[in-house]
T-cell receptor
Framework: QQQVKQSPQSLIVQKGGISIINCAYE??????FPWYQQFPGKGPALLIA?????SEKKEGRFTISFNKSAKQFSLHIMDSQPGDSATYFC???????????FGTGTRLKVLA | GAGVSQSPSNKVTEKGKDVELRCDPI?????LYWYRQSLGQGLEFLIY????????KSGLPSDRFSAERTGGSVSTLTIQRTQQEDSAVYLC?????????????FGAGTRLSVL
């Protein structure tokens, strides 16, 4: 029940295309969902985050869509660029804890 | 620099040896976290510090793993009698406080290889 399931494991997208990464959870107590971006040789860095009281959050080309009833959330990268090539992790946490539960990551490659 | 600093960046050791991994958090951050990232796996929580105290050690995989934090700043993760399954990237993160929505800032990690 503490798991966050992430898919796909890897993704190849043409430049200018839309990249979509999906995550699902079981624990309805989760109330904060950050996405982290990790470039090779670097630590993960916060990309964007959402609370379950909103269905969508957009920051530039990055959008989180949240479906509370389905217990799913996804990251959309519009107009994907080669510089977006990285590993993306979704995560979840809930009130009363500091612990993030991370998905297994998606390795994105954007072809030039 | 202003980020989380980890050293060494790479460590190769022989099975059975002890290793120490160091983390320098962002100045003023009271919360510090250690994670392990194995190939094809997500980030696995190991331990959390609030100041010098570790209220949650639940993620440490065995009693060969220990960690301490001194002066509310630098933290050391020690792995005794290393095993090949300990090979992974060990990541440290810090946050301003322990609030779940406080951004966790990660270091670049220490890649540990146990031969």
């Amino acid at each position: 029940q503490q798991q966050v399931k992430q898919s796909p494991q890897s993704l190849i997208v043409q430049k200018g295309g839309i990249s979509i990464i999906n995550c699902a959870y079981e624990n309805t107590a989760f109330d904060y969902f950050p996405w982290y971006q990790q470039f090779p040789g670097k630590g993960p860095a916060l990309l964007i985050a959402i609370r379950p009281d909103v269905s969508e959050k957009k920051e530039g080309r990055f959008t989180i869509s949240f479906n509370k009833s389905a217990k799913q959330f996804s990251l959309h990268i519009m107009d994907s660029q080669p510089g977006d090539s990285a590993t993306y992790f979704c995560a979840a946490t809930f009130s009363g804890t500091y612990k993030y539960i991370f998905g297994t990551g998606t390795r994105l490659k954007v072809l030039a | 620099g202003a980020g989380v600093s980890q050293s060494p960046s790479n460590k190769v050791t022989e099975k059975g040896k002890d290793v120490e991994l160091r983390c320098d958090p962002i100045s003023g951050h009271t919360a510090l976290y250690w994670y392990r990232q194995s190939l094809g796996q997500g980030l696995e929580f190991l331990i959390y510090f609030q100041g010098n105290s570790a209220p949650d050690k639940s993620g440490l995989p065995s009693d060969r793993f220990s960690a301490e934090r001194t002066g509310g700043s630098v933290s050391t993760l020690t792995i005794q009698r290393t095993q090949q399954e300990d090979s992974a990237v060990y990541l440290c993160a810090s946050s301003r406080d322990r609030g779940r929505r406080d951004i966790q800032y990660f270091g670049a990690g220490t890649r540990l290889s146990v031969l």
